[in-house]
């Protein structure tokens, strides 16, 4: 059961467009939640690049 939720959960991530799959990084690296171990700002600061190239 919980192995179908896992793949339920990877085949959406899959699924998403670049944009979406940056704003879910950019949200797991800013969130407390994830428990993140090394440096949230600069990773932040590269997604939202990325994203920034992504919208031109």
Do not use: C, Q
């Amino acid at each position: 059961m919980k192995e179908n939720k896992v793949e339920n959960v990877i085949n959406i991530i899959k699924d998403l467009d670049t944009k979406d799959k940056l704003r879910l990084g950019n949200s797991l690296t800013t969130s407390d939640w994830a428990n993140i171990l090394y440096n949230k700002t600069e990773m932040y600061e590269k997604f939202d690049t990325m994203m920034k190239e992504v919208n031109e």
